[in-house]
């Protein structure tokens, strides 16, 4: 089997343990903030 190159991130020592707790925190926020999951917010993620 082929390594991945250094670059590739998933190649990276704890990089899935660190993608799921940035996912899970992410999914929270979308979930508790209704203003951070609406359409409406500009892309600097400042609800109006």
């Given at each position: 089997?082929k390594?991945?190159?250094?670059?590739?991130?998933?190649?990276?020592?704890?990089?899935?343990?660190a993608?799921?707790?940035?996912?899970?925190?992410?999914?929270?926020?979308?979930?508790?903030?209704?203003?951070?999951?609406?359409f409406?917010?500009?892309?600097?993620?400042?609800?109006?």
């Amino acid at each position: 089997m082929k390594t991945a190159p250094e670059w590739q991130a998933y190649a990276m020592p704890n990089y899935h343990p660190a993608m799921a707790q940035a996912s899970t925190a992410l999914q929270q926020r979308i979930l508790v903030d209704s203003a951070y999951r609406s359409f409406d917010r500009p892309a600097s993620g400042i609800a109006p």
